[in-house]
Nanobody
């Protein structure tokens, strides 16, 4: 019963920064990729950033140049450095780790990020 736990969310002023962390309670093997998603009120969950086992990263257009995803596949840890935060970034952020072994996808419970003056 491996679970993912996010931390680092909170209230921040526009233009500020936050660093989100995600760690597994156990070991997830054969990890293919790690991701951060977010879901704002009234909107569907969207993919924010991805890092693959080879180190390739991808970002949603809305966060390119501002967010950086990093992590350690072997340690099952994922981070999201968020800079120059905007009110539009307000959402619950979820980490996701995808394995090639059942149950394949692991999700965190989410951490709230609120960007407001």
């Amino acid at each position: 019963q491996v679970q993912l736990v996010e931390s680092g969310g909170g209230l921040v002023q526009p233009g500020g920064s936050l660093r989100l962390s995600c760690a597994a309670s156990g070991t997830i093997v054969v990890v293919n990729s790690m991701h951060w998603y977010r879901q704002a009120p009234g909107k569907q969950r969207e993919l924010v950033a991805t890092i693959t086992r080879t180190g390739t990263t991808n970002y949603a257009d809305s966060v390119k140049g501002r967010f950086t995803i990093s992590g350690d596949i072997g340690k099952n840890t994922v981070y999201l450095q968020m800079n120059s935060l905007k009110p539009e970034d307000t959402a619950v952020y979820y980490c996701n780790i995808v394995s090639l072994i059942r149950p394949y996808a692991y999700w965190g419970q989410g951490t709230q990020v609120t960007v407001s003056s």
